[in-house]
């Protein structure tokens, strides 16, 4: 750990500890000392420090109240509670306000630097053990990335690469390495899904392939419905692996958890992805069994997604089911905030189906925002963003209530995002579609190393809207750009999350069975 370790100690006493901080500090320890609540909360709001020591009792706020608010500025900094009782009452408030320790006065001061040492410690070896792990790993997926994997096998890939990305905290340079291995990764990926993808879309029945969009609801929600309990079927659009694990684990305690994965279809953006999955269908047959309502509908998310209520309605009866649904798209915070009282209305329903859209605004507003770039200038960031927001959030609140009740709720989404980073020139006409992972269009060109080139639109699933129709769908994290005004758009889209290609945090997606705690 660079620099002395920071240590604060608030204590209306402190005066009679000056012995004890005398001695930590000839311990190497840089030692602040306060004496009232309001003042630790300052203090914890400015520095960022390694451990707190906090007195149980002191004049005005109580020591639960005050570590309640520095657990809300610093949550990972370990506060030691310090009491004249061990009352069992005091001990279940703080041991549920997450204190890393707790001292009975009074207290001495290798009392004092033995409990530091464990917790600064604790926190070095658990760094230093992740790093371990991460680099004894590191070879088995490099050779893992050197052979032919399934798609199971690069669902565990990716869960591990993510583990790590979630867990290596402190060690730049084992992150270094992680980041590397996750381009090579993305890398070998995207050859992957141009060598299988097509005939995964036309896979006979019994021939092995994953799970994709348009079987998400047949395969992981009519299932759910056979019990005769409500199932409340919940689409987070935009939401990464990552940024899921970030939002589980405030909901250990409601729920038991269930996760499996599919993979999303290509483009892997709204209107192919949430089409195929509320409809059933693969985009080319949603084009054929609905073409008024795809042909009248711009390459956009909103106008070409107006419709998921019908293809949901549809998609039971092709299914035999005639169950009550309810449907509900939640833009606004207002919709959103509505939802989370009304929820003994939608599991009086059979199937309620609810479309989120905060997380792909959140990523959509990074790439316009220099703030939000500010804010969330990494992945790391970035998830902590989405975690802050879920924590205080309507939707926490819908999961606190529904847990409540006897529903099943089924999780996913419909694509992820990726950090763009890497731009890559395309040819085409004033025709071309918009989007920056993917673009269609007439005689639609690009870079064959940095793409995925589909010049038969069957085989993938996608509709011909004319003759020479073809579509480019980007690889790892490149992006599009017209060689008109070529580093000004170079420069406009770079670092922006964007979706519609094929990578593993668009593709590999998880679905997950939530099931109320008894």
Request: aromatic content about 10%; charged content about 30%.
């Amino acid at each position: 750990m660079p620099g002395k370790p920071k240590i604060l100690w608030a204590d209306d006493e402190i005066d009679l500890l000056r012995p004890h901080i005398l001695f930590l500090e000839t311990r190497g320890y840089d030692v602040t000392s306060v004496t009232n609540g309001a003042d630790a909360i300052g203090q914890a709001d400015q520095t960022r420090y390694d451990v707190i020591l906090l007195d149980e009792q002191m004049p005005g706020m109580g020591g639960i109240d005050i570590l309640e608010e520095i657990k809300q500025k610093a949550p990972e900094t370990p506060v030691v509670m310090v009491t004249k009782s061990e009352e069992e009452r005091l001990m279940e408030e703080a041991l549920g306000g997450q204190i890393s320790d707790y001292l009975t006065k009074p207290v001495n001061p290798s009392q004092i630097l033995l409990t530091i040492k464990r917790l600064l410690d604790h926190s070095r070896l658990r760094t230093e053990k992740v790093s371990r792990d991460y680099l004894q790993s590191f070879n088995r997926i490099t050779q893992a990335l050197m052979n032919p994997l399934t798609h199971a096998e690069w669902v565990d890939v990716y869960r591990q690469l993510v583990h790590y990305d979630l867990e290596l905290k402190g060690d730049e340079g084992a992150r270094k390495i992680l980041e590397d291995q996750y381009r090579e990764a993305n890398r070998a990926f995207g050859k992957f899904i141009e060598d299988e993808y097509a005939s995964w879309i036309h896979a006979r029945p019994g021939e092995e392939r994953p799970a994709l969009s348009h079987e998400v609801i047949p395969r992981y929600v009519i299932p759910k419905m056979e019990s005769g309990k409500p199932v409340v079927f919940l689409v987070i659009d935009c939401m990464r692996y990552d940024q899921w694990l970030e939002l589980e684990t405030l909901l250990y305690d409601l729920f038991d958890i269930e996760k499996e994965f599919y993979y999303s279809i290509l483009p892997t953006a709204t209107p192919y992805s949430r089409n195929a999955i509320f409809s059933g269908l693969l985009p080319a047959d949603i084009a054929k069994r609905y073409r008024e309502m795809w042909e009248n509908g711009e390459d956009d998310e909103h106008s070409r997604n107006r419709n998921e209520e019908q293809f949901l309605r549809d998609l039971m009866k092709r299914h035999a089911l005639d169950p009550k649904i309810r449907y509900e798209k939640l833009v606004k915070s207002r919709e959103g905030h509505e939802f989370a009282r009304q929820t003994d209305a939608f599991v009086s329903q059979d199937l309620s189906a609810i479309v989120i859209n905060f997380v792909d605004i959140l990523a959509h507003s990074r790439s316009d925002s220099d703030v939000l770039k500010e804010i969330a200038p990494d992945e790391r960031a970035y998830r902590a963003l989405t975690r802050t927001w879920f924590e205080h959030s309507w939707l926490y609140q819908a999961f606190v209530e529904f847990a409540r009740t006897e529903c099943t709720i089924v999780v996913t989404t419909d694509h992820g995002a990726i950090r763009s980073l890497r731009s890559t020139k395309v040819h085409g006409d004033r025709n071309t579609s918009t989007a920056l992972r993917y673009k269609y269009g007439r005689n639609v060109k690009c870079n064959g190393k940095h793409a995925i080139l589909v010049e038969d639109p069957n085989a993938y699933g996608l509709p011909k809207n004319e003759a020479n129709t073809n579509y480019i769908i980007a690889k790892e994290d490149y992006y599009f750009v017209y060689p008109t005004n070529f580093h000004h758009y170079q420069n406009l889209y770079r670092d922006t999350m964007q979706h519609g290609g094929a990578s593993l945090e668009e593709m590999v997606l998880p679905v997950v069975t939530l099931r109320p705690k008894a």
